[in-house]
C-alpha cells in the first residue's frame, strides 16, 4: 500500500489554475485543482463517469448543469454523468479541490 500527502500536489500559477493528477487507475480517477485569484476550471463534461467535488481549501463557486453553489472547506458536490462542471476561486484566499471521477476519463 502506498499512501500519498496530498499536500504534495497543492501548487498554485499565477497563469492558470494548478491541475495535478492524484491518482489514475483502471475503475478511479482524481486530481488536486489549486484556484487563486480569479482562476477557474470549466465548463468540463463527461457523458460516461459520475464525478464528486471536495473543496479542501478556500471557497469555490460551483457549476453543476444549471445549478450552482457557493462551496466552503470539507463541503462536497456529486457531478453526474453528462453534467458540465465548472469551478471558480470565490475569494481573495487560494482554494484547493479534490475532483475524484469514475470511471476514468478517456481521454
Not at 37 to 50: E, F, N, S, T, Y
Not at 58 to 83: C, F, I, L, S
Request: contains cysteine.
Amino acid at each position: 500500500m502506498k499512501t500519498l500527502d496530498i499536500r504534495n500536489f497543492v501548487q498554485f500559477s499565477d497563469d492558470e489554475a494548478r491541475r495535478r493528477t492524484l491518482t489514475e487507475g483502471e475503475r478511479l480517477w482524481s486530481e488536486i485543482v489549486c484556484l487563486q485569484g480569479a482562476q477557474g476550471v470549466g465548463p468540463i463534461r463527461d457523458d460516461d463517469a459520475d464525478g464528486i467535488v471536495v473543496v479542501l481549501a478556500g471557497e469555490v463557486a460551483t457549476q453543476v448543469g444549471k445549478g450552482r453553489a457557493r462551496m466552503k472547506q470539507w463541503e462536497a458536490v456529486d457531478v453526474p454523468a453528462g453534467m458540465e462542471l465548472t469551478m471558480r476561486n470565490a475569494s481573495d484566499e487560494p482554494a484547493v479541490v479534490l475532483l475524484v471521477v469514475a470511471p476514468p476519463p478517456s481521454g
